[in-house]
C-alpha cells in the first residue's frame, strides 16, 4: 500500500508538463479579469481581444482557449502549473504576459489592488524584473487615460 502511495506522488503531473503558455497565459488572464470579484464587458473584451491578437486566433479559437482556461483556473489551487510554464520563455514573451494582464487591469479603468498583487506576482513567478513590469504598468495606465 505504501509503495502504491509512494508511486502517486512521485509520478510527474501530466498536466503541468503538458501546459502550453497560450494556455496557461489564458488561464493567468482568466483569473485575473475576475480577481476582484466580478468581470466587467471591458475586462471580458481586452482578455479576449489581446489573446486574439497576440496569438492570431480566429474568433472560434479564442472562445474555445477561455473556455479550456476557465476550467484550468478553476481546477487550479495555485499559479505554479501556469507559471511554470511560462518560466522557460525568452523575456520578450515574458514582458508581452505582462503587459497583457495590465491591459485587462486597466480595461475597466480601475486598478483594484488585488489585481495588482497578482500581476506583481506573476512576474516575480515568471522572472520579470520590477523595474519592466513597473515601467508596463505605467504605459498601459496611461494608454486607458
Excluded at 488572464?29 to 489581446?50: F, P
Excluded at 505554479?80 to 508581452?96: G, M, W
Excluded at 498583487?117 to 513567478?125: D, G, H, P, S, T
Aim: charged content about 30%.
Amino acid at each position: 500500500m505504501f509503495e502504491a502511495l509512494r508511486s502517486i506522488f512521485q509520478r510527474p503531473d501530466a498536466t503541468v508538463l503538458s501546459m502550453e503558455p497560450k494556455l496557461a497565459t489564458a488561464a493567468l488572464l482568466v483569473h485575473l479579469a475576475a480577481i476582484d470579484g466580478t468581470v466587467s464587458d471591458a475586462e471580458r473584451s481586452a482578455l479576449r481581444d489581446t489573446l486574439m491578437d497576440y496569438y492570431s486566433l480566429s474568433d472560434d479559437e479564442v472562445e474555445k482557449l477561455i473556455t479550456e482556461a476557465t476550467r484550468r483556473d478553476q481546477e487550479s489551487v495555485d499559479f505554479y502549473r501556469f507559471t511554470s510554464a511560462l518560466s522557460s520563455l525568452d523575456n520578450s514573451e515574458k514582458l508581452e504576459i505582462i503587459r497583457m494582464m495590465w491591459q485587462v487591469v486597466f480595461a475597466d479603468g480601475r486598478n483594484h489592488e488585488m489585481e495588482d498583487n497578482m500581476v506583481w506576482r506573476i512576474a516575480e513567478l515568471i522572472g520579470v524584473p520590477a523595474r519592466d513590469r513597473t515601467t508596463l504598468r505605467k504605459q498601459m495606465s496611461r494608454s486607458q487615460e
